[in-house]
């Protein structure tokens, strides 16, 4: 892999810019973020002879997903990066100029550079559980937004009684919704088994256990659970210089902001409820630990856990101590 041509992708809603990098030479074009456009690309490959090639692109949710899916299906390496390091690479090459074909040729460099793991696209019933989770998740925003207005917006009754009837209306999607993650995975045996699994752990209900598989879904391809700490950016980020910095270690917060949100709440029901969170809730408290940071250590043991369960597909033991 280490020889093959680097390609960057910058990634729009409906174009992207491309940088294929052949020895130190960038070439540049742009294409439309489409079947189309993807075809196109496939054609400016093979005019300047490059057959396979390592593509690149930060990992942006649904813009990039499908070209990421074509590349991979083409037959090409990709990796999907996290901006950050995207970000970070810029910095220490002292970028000074920020635009679509500028950061297209820094991902191509970061590239050939870095050569990062390949990426293997989620099962098709994982990616239609995530476009699930994630929906439902959209309309508990808007319905929050809606009971904002109803509360602190105008107080005329022809407006309040239309907020009313859109979150009567939404309040029934969202249950339909619900009904079809329920559906989803009873029809998919080995998904509705992993969620019975994350189901057995204090702190996560049958509805958080289909999201948190719809946001990991390279769960079980992990081999370590610091890994699925890391993706999730509640690993500690230390912060300490000689003897004059000496900060409190923090949250990375550097991966899946979609995971941390999930676990929230989960987290502050396991420090009541299951035993080896609850207990080290007490042991943190003792040593005069934050309440925050008593929380972000519990979504890390929860992920721990939850990797365990995957792991052996055995259920939550209280009494078995998470080792993984």
Known sequence: ??????????????????????????????????????????????????????????????YSDAVARYLHAQGHTVSLLNPARVKAYAQSRLARTKNDK?????IARFCAEARPPAWTPPAPELSELQA?????DALSETRQQLRNRLTDGPQVASVLESLRTLLAQLETE?????????????AHPPLQAQADLLDSIPGIGPL???????????????????????????NPKERQSGTSIKGQARLSKTGNAQVRKILYFPAISALRHN????????????????????????MRKLLHLIFGVIKTGKPFDENHACTA
């Open 1 to 62: 892999m280490t020889d093959l041509p680097a390609l960057g992708l910058d990634i729009a809603k409906k174009t992207f810019q491309a940088a294929l990098l052949v020895g130190d030479k960038l070439r540049h074009k742009q294409f439309n973020n489409d079947e189309a456009g993807f075809a196109a690309l496939s054609a400016w490959l093979t005019k300047h002879g490059v057959t396979h090639t390592h593509v690149c692109l930060e990992a942006t949710g649904s």
């Open 102 to 106: 500028v950061d297209a040729g820094l």
């Open 132 to 136: 699930l989770v994630r929906h439902l």
């Open 174 to 186: 969202m249950a339909a919704v619900e009904q079809k993650i329920k559906d989803h995975l009873r």
């Open 208 to 234: 958080t256990a289909a999201k948190l598989l719809g946001e990991l879904t390279q769960l079980a391809h992990y081999q370590r659970a610091a890994q699925v700490v890391a993706y999730a950016g509640l």
């Open 275 to 298: 035993p080896q969170i609850k207990a080290l809730g007490e042991r943190l408290r003792q040593r005069g630990r934050c309440e925050m940071a008593i929380i972000g250590a519990a």
